[in-house]
């Protein structure tokens, strides 16, 4: 080689080379692109694991959820199946959707002696109705694709509407009051009680057992036993709204409330009616309940201990200890106290701020009220009182709404929902109120409280 006629470097080369320079230079801004699309994914991962996975994680149990449904149950036959109904109690909670049933439920869960569901299932809040193959579930769930298909069918199914529907009362005289449902409702529950199967008592929450607890106590006689919560109506109606409109622009609609609060009476009626065919009650209300929660537990479990036959009670047989310790695990629960006031306050600021709001609310009470009075619970949504809503009192005067198309067109609608269900509702109540003999945890309710309501 001669002398001054070195190989020119790369380097050299893609300087004095342009389109050398443009490819590499295209490739380094490829490869950059790449490193950047692939940290974007990433970070798009990481954020749905942080708002979608994480969220549903926290309430359910995700490795439950990938278990297919027919491998969860247990397997019994004929005469394990009559041995588990003859060796446990069976207890009920019934009650409104957002009504307390879920703190009755982990409040309840505590005992030694209470086999549970746990608090993460592949369930919505352990509930029963979700964890079976037998019973209706009346469109609880599915409230978003009812709004979505449009049409009536919103309208009889779902929270805070279920009870409109022609089938959503359940009695002894159902097609589903079987052997063969009860077995199926064993292997099924059973499979989610687990452990719990050991202890003498066995707890299954749904609010929808407020309409169908003459068929859940013909399916596990003799040793059904039931505890149905109830809580003011308005705070009831206002805490289910997000579920039972189906639309933000409905949100703020009077519409909500007066259907609400239609349901509301409606399934506490039929409930009512049905407390004379039932062996084994008692009644809570909500507010009770928060006031003082391990004293109205403290009547729980006097109930749980009385005698069937005569008393009423459960007549599960406690063991020396058992209750104390129940009780510390109560007292140790976190229990909010402030029960409705922030929707004392969003009813009163927001749904009684016009003219027009003020009228529908008396027409609505007008209507409703006497059948609210009849359930003994002394909830007054007319006016407000101290177990709930004082403020209505001093915002609106219903004095002149008694009367009137308005009122008797709501009068109607309970009459006609009540005549229509498929299996009978009673026409009367047989004297027994909610609020009778059979209300735990009342007599504590007292003037300290009507002051913090006010």
Known sequence: MRRGSEVPLA????AT????GWEDDHKYRKSRDERCAWRLAAIAIFAICGLVILPISSRYDLLLMLIPRFYKRIQLSA????????????LFIGG????????????????????????KTDSDFSEGAFLQSVLPRFGVGREAEDCRRGGSVHH????????????????????????????????????????????????????????TSRLLQSLFAPRASFLFVS????????AERALTSCSASRHSGEEDVG??????????????RDLHRLASYRVIRYEDLVHAPAACMAEVGEWMRAPRAGG????????????????RAVKAEPVSSSTNRKYETAYCERELETAPQRRRHCQVAAALQPEIDLLGLGYDVMQGGHRGFACVGARVSCAAEGEGEAVEVWRRSLRKSLDAYEEPVARESGGRQLGGEHLLCGAGYGATDTASWG
């Open 259 to 272: 259907q609400g609060l239609l349901h509301w009476t409606l399934t506490h009626t039929v409930l009512q």
């Open 231 to 238: 809580r003011h109506p308005l705070a009831v109606v206002l």
């Open 17 to 20: 080379d342009p389109e050398a």
């Open 96 to 119: 409104p959707h957002r009504g307390g049933t879920t703190l009755l439920w982990r409040l309840l869960r505590l005992h030694p002696q209470v086999g549970a569901f746990d608090q």
């Open 156 to 211: 009889e199914r779902g929270v805070g509407r279920y009870g409109f529907g022609r089938r959503a009362h359940m009695t002894e005289g159902s097609r589903l009051s079987s052997r063969a449902s009860r077995d199926t409702l064993l292997a099924e529950w059973g499979y989610y009680w687990g452990q719990g199967l050991r202890r003498l008592v066995l707890l299954e929450k749904t609010p929808t057992n407020l309409m």
């Open 79 to 90: 005469a394990e199946a009559d041995a588990m109904v003859k060796d446990h109690t069976f």
């Open 312 to 327: 009423g009670g459960c007549g599960v047989a406690v063991l020396p200890g058992a209750a104390a310790e129940w009780l």
């Open 11 to 14: 380097g050299a080369n893609a």
